[in-house]
């Protein structure tokens, strides 16, 4: 058994800068090895569910699946799992192989990439505005505790705030990890492919999302995403909301594509590629 380091993670995330990563924390306090439990496929099988932890520091780990990853939080008191995965259905059991704690689960969103394994919890953090993408999908159980834009969670020694992100879906919520001046974003802020086509989504929210996120910059100096390379910088905000105006603004032409069976067309806002409505 071994262990990635932070610069494997840093590597392995092909990400060159190890300065934005939050500095290791020492106390100790609510994790019972930094050693993690290794999984390495030599390639990831999105089918198989299969994924690899990866420390970030001595309370904080990645749950990276081939094409999502959610994170393991541990304070004093408790544990919180930021999203339950995609092809995995048992997150609660891989974080308990991290901590002793109590495990709470809190979901960014209700999309099925970041619920796997919510059957594992009776209850969990997440917007009410997402109850109807979440009850609405087939086998769905366990009951909402409303969570919004503003909120404060304290796992014990480390204090989590709420920041809504309207847009992607109509309940997306990020959490500001305070002290560690971090921020996991969901889906909104990264520069993969963000979906932005179908009923519930809703691109003038999601400028108005940023535009809102901006004003905590000062907060964070890193961002850890559920898609793509991770982490990144908080420079993302803005050029994303802005290609997002002129989308709206037909200054930016898509590309007519296909994605599970719906016309959409594909946006290049350079940091990152919308996928919105066909009629855009
Ligand atoms: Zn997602």
């Known amino acids: 058994m071994s262990t990635y380091s932070r610069r494997d993670f840093v590597k392995f995330m092909g990400i060159a800068a190890v300065s934005s990563m939050f500095p290791l924390q ?17 390639t990831f099988d999105i089918k198989k569910g299969e994924y690899k932890i990866i420390p970030i520091n001595n309370n904080t780990w990645c749950i990276q699946e081939a094409n999502v990853r959610c994170f393991l939080l541990t304070g004093s008191k408790e544990a919180l799992l930021i999203d339950s995965g995609n092809n995995i259905h048992n997150a609660k ?25 919510n059957n594992e919890f009776d209850e969990f953090y997440m917007s009410m505005a997402e109850a ?44 500001l990890d305070v ?24 691109p003038h929210a999601y400028v108005l999302s940023l535009k809102r996120l901006e004003k905590y910059t000062g907060r964070f100096d890193t961002i850890y995403p559920a898609h793509s390379n991770c982490p990144v910088s908080p420079n993302l905000i803005v050029p994303l909301y802005k290609g997002v105006e002129e989308i709206l603004a037909g200054k930016i032409q898509g590309t007519d594509a296909v994605l599970h069976n719906t016309p959409i067309k594909k946006f290049d806002v350079k940091v990152a590629t919308i996928l919105g409505d066909a009629k855009l």
């Not at 308990?96 to 619920?115: E, F, G, Y």
């Not at 009850?135 to 705030?161: S, V």
Request: net charge neutral; charged share 20%; proline share 6%.
């Open 179 to 202: 002290n560690n001046r971090a921020l996991f974003s969901g889906d909104p802020i990264q520069d993969g492919e963000i979906y932005m086509f179908g009923v519930q989504r809703e």
């Open 26 to 42: 020492a106390d100790g306090i609510g994790y019972k090895t930094a050693n993690a439990v290794e999984h390495k496929p030599k």
């Open 93 to 117: 059991e891989i974080a308990q192989s991290l901590t002793n704690l109590p495990i709470k689960l809190l979901n960014t969103h209700a999309d099925r990439d970041h619920i796997g394994s």
């Open 132 to 175: 109807s993408n979440y009850y609405h999908g087939q086998n769905r159980r366990g009951a909402i505790i409303p969570t919004e834009h503003g909120d404060k969670l304290n796992i014990g020694n480390r204090p989590l705030e709420i920041i809504g992100l309207p847009g992607h879906t109509p309940g997306s919520i990020a959490v």
